[in-house]
């Protein structure tokens, strides 16, 4: 728990900016500051169409933070998701080498409360923090402020840096290819590995086999109740009923039991129809999950996301590969939620993350 500092002491203590010329930053300064631990709270629809939310930990190396030691300002120029909960965050500052004690300013008083990296924050609004030089008869003040976007941001990117094709970190799992075999009425099979392992798998009862994609697709799986080993799976691809659409199919799993659903809107439009918000047909498909978003990376060198888990697709300008990376991508996410991309037939190799 912060121990809050009576204003008797405050009120005696000079602000570094009412004496400059005397005191250093050696003196009092805060060094850095970075996030340490942020929760997003993500809305989901469970298979059975009701509304979900689960709790996600930010990546917060994602998102570093400037002091201005001029202007004595703390911000983030990229902002955090909408989705953070910012009223309970935990925070590392540093100080300069012979600076004091770290105190954060009440937001409803003049209450001063010591910081501790353990104790957690309310950081939805701007907040003032002080620095104290030893003898604790001046401070340094800064105000911090920590961006976040809004629901409605539509100022979407992905940041990425090239790597060395043998870099630490990348996925193993990202030269996947996953293969499915002719299909059956009741379910077909799934190979990672170039077919040395399959695995079989089930169709619903109600589903019909021949929209289901053919030879290899994209796909990817996620949690959707770490707690109750409850997964969600999904994967796209060619097939026969319709060439410049993919067919897109899901599966729900609880303790690994679970069966594969069309999620197209069946019927197929006919002539001259259009299906809104569909997936293009590929013969490549890399897919990921990130940002409680599924993202398709197609052939054609553009992006699609999904929303709603793959029931409709959209693509963006500012949804952009690096420079040189247009065909032959496959994309996986690390422990830390970096996206790495491999350029199979260049051995290329980047890293990026969402900035949304």
């Given at each position: 728990m912060m121990i809050a500092v009576g204003m008797g002491l405050t009120s005696c203590?000079?602000?570094?900016?009412d004496d400059a010329e005397t005191i250093s930053y050696n003196e009092t300064a805060i060094s850095s500051f970075a996030l340490s631990a942020v929760n997003r709270y993500i809305h989901t629809t469970t298979s059975?169409?009701?509304?979900?939310?689960?709790?996600?930990?930010?990546t917060v190396k994602n998102y570093p933070f400037t002091i201005d030691q001029y202007q004595r300002k703390i911000y983030n120029t990229d902002s955090l998701p909408a989705d953070c909960d910012l009223k309970h965050v935990l925070a590392t500052i540093g100080k300069s080498t012979y600076s004091g004690n770290i105190y954060i300013k009440s937001m409803v008083s003049d209450t001063l409360f010591v910081y501790n990296s353990s104790d957690s924050l309310d950081l939805s609004q701007t907040r003032e923090i002080r620095v104290y030089e030893n003898t604790l008869t001046r401070y340094r003040s800064y105000t911090l402020q920590v961006n976040k976007k809004s629901d409605s941001s539509t100022g979407s990117t992905f940041i990425w840096e090239q790597?060395?094709?043998s870099a630490e970190g990348m996925p193993a799992d990202i030269r996947n290819e996953i293969l499915l075999s002719e299909a059956t009425k009741t379910g077909f099979r799934l190979t990672s590995d170039g077919g040395a392992i399959w695995t079989d798998e089930t169709i619903g009862a109600e589903e019909d086999a021949d929209y289901l994609p053919t030879g290899t697709v994209g796909y990817v799986s996620?949690?959707?109740d770490p707690q109750h080993h409850t997964a969600y799976h999904l994967m796209?691809?060619?097939?026969?009923q319709n060439d410049?659409?993919?067919?897109?199919?899901?599966?729900?799993?609880?303790?690994?039991?679970?069966?594969w659903s069309c999620m197209l809107n069946l019927p197929l439009p006919g002539d001259g129809e259009t299906y809104q918000g569909y997936l293009p047909a590929a013969d490549h498909i890399s897919m990921i999950y990130n940002?409680?978003?599924?993202?398709?990376?197609?052939?054609?060198?553009?992006?699609?996301?999904?929303?709603?888990?793959?029931l409709s697709w959209q693509t963006k300008t500012s949804f952009n590969l690096p420079s040189g990376a247009t065909?032959?991508?496959?994309?996986?996410?690390?422990e830390e939620g970096y996206i790495w991309l491999l350029k199979e037939d260049t051995g290329a190799v980047w890293r990026g993350y969402f900035n949304h």
């Amino acid at each position: 728990m912060m121990i809050a500092v009576g204003m008797g002491l405050t009120s005696c203590l000079k602000n570094d900016a009412d004496d400059a010329e005397t005191i250093s930053y050696n003196e009092t300064a805060i060094s850095s500051f970075a996030l340490s631990a942020v929760n997003r709270y993500i809305h989901t629809t469970t298979s059975a169409g009701k509304d979900s939310v689960y709790r996600q930990v930010l990546t917060v190396k994602n998102y570093p933070f400037t002091i201005d030691q001029y202007q004595r300002k703390i911000y983030n120029t990229d902002s955090l998701p909408a989705d953070c909960d910012l009223k309970h965050v935990l925070a590392t500052i540093g100080k300069s080498t012979y600076s004091g004690n770290i105190y954060i300013k009440s937001m409803v008083s003049d209450t001063l409360f010591v910081y501790n990296s353990s104790d957690s924050l309310d950081l939805s609004q701007t907040r003032e923090i002080r620095v104290y030089e030893n003898t604790l008869t001046r401070y340094r003040s800064y105000t911090l402020q920590v961006n976040k976007k809004s629901d409605s941001s539509t100022g979407s990117t992905f940041i990425w840096e090239q790597m060395s094709s043998s870099a630490e970190g990348m996925p193993a799992d990202i030269r996947n290819e996953i293969l499915l075999s002719e299909a059956t009425k009741t379910g077909f099979r799934l190979t990672s590995d170039g077919g040395a392992i399959w695995t079989d798998e089930t169709i619903g009862a109600e589903e019909d086999a021949d929209y289901l994609p053919t030879g290899t697709v994209g796909y990817v799986s996620f949690p959707l109740d770490p707690q109750h080993h409850t997964a969600y799976h999904l994967m796209a691809g060619r097939f026969s009923q319709n060439d410049y659409m993919c067919s897109v199919w899901r599966k729900v799993t609880i303790e690994g039991e679970g069966s594969w659903s069309c999620m197209l809107n069946l019927p197929l439009p006919g002539d001259g129809e259009t299906y809104q918000g569909y997936l293009p047909a590929a013969d490549h498909i890399s897919m990921i999950y990130n940002d409680a978003c599924i993202y398709a990376i197609l052939d054609n060198g553009k992006i699609y996301r999904s929303r709603d888990q793959g029931l409709s697709w959209q693509t963006k300008t500012s949804f952009n590969l690096p420079s040189g990376a247009t065909d032959h991508l496959r994309a996986a996410v690390d422990e830390e939620g970096y996206i790495w991309l491999l350029k199979e037939d260049t051995g290329a190799v980047w890293r990026g993350y969402f900035n949304h």
